[in-house]
């Protein structure tokens, strides 16, 4: 029996544009980007029913009131949803169902249609990161899996290696001068590239903003501030343990560390809760450098990411995300977008956990966008498309997958699934 209005209305249930819905068989999700507020209903098959109609196109985004509303819980969803702003009722004329219009997250030029005549890898990439050399020394072997969790330092167990400079000159030369894209340069420790000096000479012809990750203690410490001579570049720091602390504090002391703080960026690399509890005196010696915590996963530390990485539920919900990121994580990876990585050997990875996508000896940077555009993993790797986030609840307020998660094989860093 329809529920009908005295004129023979229809009822039907819309949801407002800024309110998303996840639906997770008989569990249901609505949260409402404008005033953050959030609904959950638990083993309610009709309510499931009803909301995956709001979203459904071809029902013209609206679901028909069909059970009285008194007599099920639907009634608690339609207050509830009155209440919160979050979606409402329209009594409309037998056969007059209007269109309800539901915006539809769009990226321009993407993905690029493979015949698009005007295709331009600068509209999609952001840093370009060449390794300069790579190496199995100790600290190397220390972290040796750095590289797929941050950038540096890079272990490669052959032994020492570098990139010829030619080759970073020519691949990033089409890209020079472009706005928002960056050359990042990072290695094993750079300090120890055979020639620094003229490196940075040629580095700075190609008017990129330039990123120089470090890790500390890294070789030649003095050579950091060379480095930093031209205005648009940053030096990024990887501090690892147990020498990094002491090489900081030492590196402090440089009046150039102090001249050029606002371009320096700490990264602290942590194994344990040891190291991090060591932070804290460190960290607040500190002036106005940007600073960022890291647990780095060593193969053996699962139980400290468990303790201090996972998410417990309350945490995720209090994400809170607004409409713009909930669009744009539904279409692309915020974190890995736009990132290109080149090795020692030439090997291109969109992401160094997965497969690569050419070698730079043989292709160009657009050649590797496009390859990573048209067939790559990372830069499009959302929630939806690894388990068990896909069948999840709370799946809109999750940060991107992040490379941890990429290099644990473990997306699930939280206590709900
Ligand atoms: S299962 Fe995935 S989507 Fe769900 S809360 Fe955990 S991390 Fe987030």
């Known amino acids: ?76 969803l339609l207050s509830d949803l009155k209440e919160s702003f979050s979606g409402d009722l329209v009594s409309l004329q037998p056969g007059n169902k209007p269109s309800v219009i539901r915006p539809k997250p769009v990226i321009k030029n993407y993905p690029p249609a493979k015949d698009f005549p005007s295709f331009s890898a600068d509209d999609y990439l952001r840093n370009i990161y060449f390794f300069l050399n790579e190496d199995n020394d100790k600290l190397c072997t220390n972290y040796r899996f750095a590289s797929e969790q941050f950038s540096c330092p890079v272990y490669n167990s052959q032994g020492y290696s570098e990139m010829d400079f030619g080759v970073v000159i020519n691949a990033c030369s089409p890209h020079s001068g472009v706005g928002g894209i960056g050359l990042d340069l990072s290695g094993s420790d750079i300090t120890r590239y055979s020639r620094f000096s003229d490196m940075l000479k040629q580095a700075r012809k190609l008017s990129l903003p330039l990123t120089f990750h470090i890790p500390l203690p890294c070789h030649e410490p003095d050579l950091v501030w060379n480095a930093l001579r031209t205005v648009r570049s940053r030096v990024s720091f990887y501090i690892t343990f147990p020498d990094g602390p002491s090489a900081l504090r030492e590196i402090r002391k440089n009046p150039e560390f102090i001249k050029k703080q606002k371009r320096i960026e700490l990264n602290f690399l942590i ?30 530390n699962q139980g400290f990411f468990k303790e201090n990485v996972f998410l417990a539920k309350n945490d995720i919900l209090n994400l809170k995300p ?24 030439g090997d291109a990875y969109a992401n160094l956990n997965h497969n690569s996508i050419g070698n730079i000896r043989d292709a160009r940077i657009s050649d590797l966008v496009r390859n990573e555009l048209y067939d790559g993993q990372s830069w499009n790797l959302t929630r939806m498309k690894v388990k068990p986030c896909s069948g999840c609840l709370y799946r809109l307020f999750c940060p991107p997958v992040g490379n941890y998660e990429l290099f644990m094989k473990k997306f699930n860093f939280c206590d709900v699934l």
């Open 1 to 76: 029996m329809k529920h009908s209005s005295q004129n023979s209305n229809t009822l039907y249930l819309y949801l407002e544009p800024y309110t998303f819905s996840v639906v997770s068989r008989n569990d249901v999700l609505i949260y409402n980007s404008l005033n953050r507020k959030i609904l959950e209903y638990r083993g309610a098959a009709a309510i499931a029913d009803l909301i995956s109609k709001t979203e459904d196109a071809s029902e013209g985004f609206l679901a028909e009131i069909i059970v009285p509303p008194g007599q099920s819980d639907i009634s608690t």
């Open 271 to 300: 194994r344990s809760i040891g190291e991090y509890q060591s932070l804290t005196g460190l960290i607040n010696e500190g002036g106005s450098e940007k600073t960022f915590i890291f647990p780095y996963f060593d193969g053996l």
């Open 322 to 345: 607004n409409q713009q990121q909930i669009y744009s994580r539904s279409l692309i990876n915020e974190h890995l977008f736009g990132k290109i990585f080149i090795k020692t050997n």
